[in-house]
């Protein structure tokens, strides 16, 4: 089984958050700043979405940055993925 988004959604898979800081210092979970960094794992067909031709413009393995509060959280097989509008992605991360 696997997730397929439809529309303009997309899957993301985000990155784990970091346990220590810079300097050291090992963080507990509830101190650790979840990243707004993540993984392109699926990708909707776009087209038409509320009227208007949507392209996608992310791809699968694609690394990007979404807004803070984007989407919606799911888990599946085990793991935890967030389901976002491609709006809600700001930026790609490249190399």
């Known amino acids: 089984m696997k997730l397929k988004p439809l529309g303009d959604k997309v899957v993301l898979q985000q ?6 800081t810079k ?11 979840k990243p707004q960094e993540a993984v392109v794992v699926a990708v909707g ?7 208007k031709e949507v392209k996608m413009e992310v791809k ?9 509060y984007a989407g919606t959280k799911v888990k599946f097989d085990q793991e935890e993925y967030i389901i976002v509008k491609q709006q809600d992605i700001i930026a790609l991360v490249e190399e």
Do not use: F
């Not at 990155?15 to 220590?20: F, G, L, P, R, V």
């Open 60 to 68: 699968v393995g694609d690394e990007v940055i979404y807004t803070q």
């Open 23 to 33: 300097s050291g210092i090992i963080l507990a979970s509830s101190a650790q700043e």
């Open 15 to 20: 990155k784990k958050a970091e346990e220590t």
């Open 45 to 51: 067909p776009g087209g038409m979405v509320d009227g």
